[in-house]
């Protein structure tokens, strides 16, 4: 059981580039994020899925974009990467939106941006 | 200020002492307190969860909550290498926006 898949699990992009971070779950969830987490920040949201066909910003969502493609994936794309995008990504997922059930979250993405 | 506040540490201690891992907090709407570990290099798991105010343990963990210092304490027992990690606390609100907001995470070490 996989649980929560996120690819790369590492990457270094330049000024200006884009890409996209993908998520996949396979635990039949809802609800599904990506969070930042910066030192001393703790975890930020940045987009959520409350349910497969929408999508929501969260705490910090300027410079993202996301995708729900279907009930399974959740992508994160960053249009002109800014050196203060340098972050450590994660997705997570739940079968509900912010309820006391806990969430599940990938292994991240280490992103720097130069 | 922030919304939830967490001693960063790290913190070290010996194999079987008693941990005690605290978070602060300002908004008195929150009502669900979690505690989530996440060793390096890996994504946070839930470890324990309480709702309101109270005391709840499980195994070698004992989360309280104090709503009215808005205070809570993940406290570990006997605890062991395997314990070293950053332990996060998050807590949420019905009807405060969509969110869970969380601390920015206590790093743990046990000596063996």
């Known amino acids: 059981n996989a649980g929560v898949t996120q690819t790369p699990k590492f990457q270094v992009l330049k000024t200006g580039q884009s890409m996209t971070l993908q998520c996949a779950q396979d635990m039949n969830h809802n609800s599904m994020y990506w969070y930042r987490q910066d030192p001393g920040m703790g975890l930020r949201l940045i987009y959520y899925s409350a349910s497969e066909g929408t999508t929501d910003k969260g705490e910090v969502p300027n410079g993202y974009n996301v995708s729900r493609l279907n009930k399974r994936e959740f992508s994160l794309r960053l249009e002109s990467a800014a050196p203060s995008q340098t972050s450590v990504y994660f997705c997570?997922?739940?079968?509900?939106?912010?309820?006391?059930?806990?969430?599940?979250f990938g292994s991240g993405t280490q992103l720097s941006v130069l | 200020q922030k919304e939830v506040e967490q001693d960063p540490g790290p913190l070290s201690v010996p194999e079987g002492a008693i941990v005690s891992l605290n978070c602060t907090y300002s908004?008195?709407?929150?009502?669900?307190f979690m505690w989530y570990r996440q060793y390096s290099r890996k994504g946070p798991e839930l470890l324990m969860y309480t709702y309101s105010s109270g005391n709840k343990e499980d195994g070698r963990f004992t989360a309280q909550v104090d709503k009215s210092s808005k205070y809570i304490s993940l406290f570990i027992r006997d605890s062991q290498p395997s314990d070293s990690a950053t332990y996060l606390c998050?807590?949420?609100?019905?009807?405060?926006?969509?969110?869970?907001?969380f601390g920015p995470g206590t790093r743990l070490s046990v000596l063996p």
């Open positions: 908004n008195s709407a929150f009502q669900y």
């Open positions: 998050a807590m949420s609100a019905l009807n405060y926006g969509q969110n869970f907001v």
């Open positions: 997570a997922s739940s079968f509900r939106p912010f309820t006391e059930e806990k969430l599940f």
